[in-house]
């Protein structure tokens, strides 16, 4: 079993930035990919970015060239630095992690939540 806990978010303005942590409560060097997903009000949760274990990235086109991915095993922590921040990125950010060779995500954090003013 994996705990992992979300932290970073808050309010800021359009055009900000916001660096989310996912921190891990044992080491993720053996788990699979990790990834981050939001859900706005009223709507269906979305996908935003993936990392595999080799780190490879992945993302959703709306948030291409702003968003970046990124996970640090030594720290066991997996990060989404979000630039240029838009109100339509207004949501709770949720991590997630697969076990190595699943194809579901099999832990999730409980969400941090992001607000974009414009």
């Known amino acids: 079993q994996v705990q992992l806990v979300e932290s970073g978010g808050g309010l800021v303005q359009t055009g900000g930035s916001l660096r989310l942590s996912c921190a891990a409560s044992?080491?993720?060097?053996?788990?699979?990919?990790m990834g981050w997903f939001r859900q706005a009000p009223g709507n269906q949760r979305e996908w935003v970015a993936t990392?595999?274990?080799?780190?490879?990235?992945n993302y959703v086109d709306s948030v291409k060239g702003r968003f970046i991915i990124d996970r640090d095993n030594a720290k066991n922590t997996m990060y989404l630095q979000m630039n240029s921040l838009k109100p339509e990125d207004t949501a709770v950010y949720s991590c997630?992690?697969?076990?190595?060779?699943?194809?579901?995500?099999?832990?999730w954090g409980q969400g941090t939540q992001v607000t974009v003013s414009s």
């Open positions: 997630a992690a697969r076990n190595l060779y699943s194809s579901t995500y099999d832990y």
């Open positions: 044992r080491s993720i060097f053996s788990l699979g990919a």
């Open positions: 990392i595999t274990r080799g780190g490879n990235t």
